[in-house]
């Protein structure tokens, strides 16, 4: 089993729609998380992070993370075309570095 | 204010050569990890250096090697390559020596082993 898992998708919503990203992960060791966006050919940008359980919410970005049910979730409002591309999830340790484990990626298509 | 440089962004190596990867840092960043992302894979931790020093390894062989320079630089080098090892290397580099999410990703260097 894989510590972090998401659905590869793809995910195809039309504009304007919310959009539900969920990652399920293993080890409970893990405190920080953090979502990045992932277009073709370049390098993950980071979208949101956050620290533990809670909800933090960024312009059209909210991240929920429940620890008890090892659950993370992204949701963005009013998706947008330029949303289309490949969103990881990833959680990482409370202690000194910061080595990052990742899910396998979601494939978001948001259609105009 | 460049980001994470990486060099080359493409290249073709065969069975059992060995090749160099470069990554410079943003600037004002001191600690650079490498990450291995195969096709369709989420990127793989490889090992993270600070100081100069590898300071965290993931699940990867002795073949996979780093160095960082006194500029914060660093390659990644990897030996007796196998098809396996095509893929796409992510340089990351951050502030400090602490737990982060705050990474800035490079573009990465595509490498295919034929």
């Known amino acids: 089993q894989k510590e972090v898992e998401q659905d590869p998708g793809p995910l195809s919503v039309p504009e304007g729609a919310i959009v539900s990203l969920n990652c399920t992960y293993s080890?409970?060791?893990?405190?920080?998380f953090m979502w990045y966006r992932q277009y073709s050919r370049k390098g993950p940008e980071l979208l949101m992070y956050?620290?533990?359980?809670g909800n933090k919410e960024d312009g059209r970005f909210t991240a929920q993370v429940d620890k008890s049910s090892k659950y993370i979730s992204l949701f963005i409002r009013d998706s947008q075309p330029s949303d289309s591309a490949t969103y990881l999830c990833?959680?990482?340790?409370?202690?000194?570095?910061?080595?990052?484990?990742f899910g396998g990626g979601t494939r978001l298509m948001v259609k105009p | 204010d460049a980001g994470v440089t990486q060099s080359p962004t493409h290249l073709i190596k065969t069975r059992g050569q060995q090749v160099t990867l470069r990554c410079s840092p943003k600037?004002?960043?001191?600690?650079v990890s490498w990450y291995q992302q195969a096709l369709g894979q989420g990127p793989q931790f490889i090992f993270q250096y600070y100081e100069e020093e590898e300071r965290q390894r993931g699940n990867f062989p002795d073949r996979f090697s780093g160095h960082q320079f006194p500029n914060y630089s660093s390659e990644l080098n990897v030996n007796a390559l196998l098809l396996g090892d095509s893929a796409l290397y992510l340089c990351?580099?951050?502030?400090?020596?602490?737990?982060?999410?705050?990474?800035?990703f490079g573009s990465g260097t595509r490498l295919t082993v034929v």
């Open positions: 990833a959680g990482s340790f409370n202690n000194a570095g910061n080595m990052l484990t």
């Open positions: 956050t620290y533990s359980s």
């Open positions: 600037s004002g960043h001191d600690t």
């Open positions: 990351a580099s951050s502030l400090g020596w602490g737990p982060s999410g705050g990474y800035t």
């Open positions: 080890n409970s060791a893990f405190q920080y």
